[in-house]
């Protein structure tokens, strides 16, 4: 059975039946995917810690009855919080390699700034999908589209909090 081995950034966790655990993870070779890691969520599971959302692994994996991660190593930590990563797991496309990105997350120098622009969504040039301004730099993400201060804020707060990225926001 062919066995596949990339870099990767875990982006997101689900749990599945009562033992195992569902992984999205960047990986540098085959973009985003999801594996399945059989008893990950058992409280002995040797796989579980070099899985956990933000590491930066090398993961090995199988495809047999969907794709299964058979072994994980962590190497270190991508410096991206988890509200961010679960953005990225939304917007990266799936079995796409995008090496641009990888680069970012592989020199800790992610920015959502370059990331729009390696996505093909340049925030540089973009008005407000809404009102047309040229202070677009919200980016909503199930429209894919960018809008400006005001416009965003039409938007309910849990919207916001849940499928907005905001290019500066003073925290
Ligand atoms: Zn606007």
């Known amino acids: 059975m062919q066995e596949y081995v990339t870099s990767a950034v875990s982006l997101r ?35 579980a810690p070099h899985l956990e959302p933000g590491t930066v692994l090398r993961v090995r994996f199988i495809e047999a009855h969907g794709t299964q991660i058979i072994d994980a190593l962590k190497e270190g930590m991508a410096g991206i919080s988890i509200i961010n990563l679960q953005f990225l797991s939304m917007l990266l496309p799936e079995g796409q390699p995008e090496p641009g990105i990888w680069r970012m997350i592989a020199e800790r120098s992610f920015s959502w700034r370059a990331a729009f622009a390696v996505l093909g969504w340049d925030p540089e040039d973009a008005l407000c999908a809404s009102c047309g301004t040229r202070k677009g730099m919200h980016f909503y993400i199930p429209r894919q589209e960018f809008f400006c201060d005001t416009c965003i804020r039409k938007l309910p707060l849990k919207t916001r909090e849940s499928a907005v990225i905001s290019l500066h926001v003073s925290l």
Do not use: N, V
Not at 21 to 45: D, N, P, V, W
């Open 13 to 47: 966790k689900y749990p599945q039946g009562d033992l195992d655990g569902r992984y999205t993870l960047f990986t540098e070779r085959f973009g985003r995917m999801t594996g399945k890691a059989k008893s990950s969520r058992k409280i002995t599971s040797k796989l």
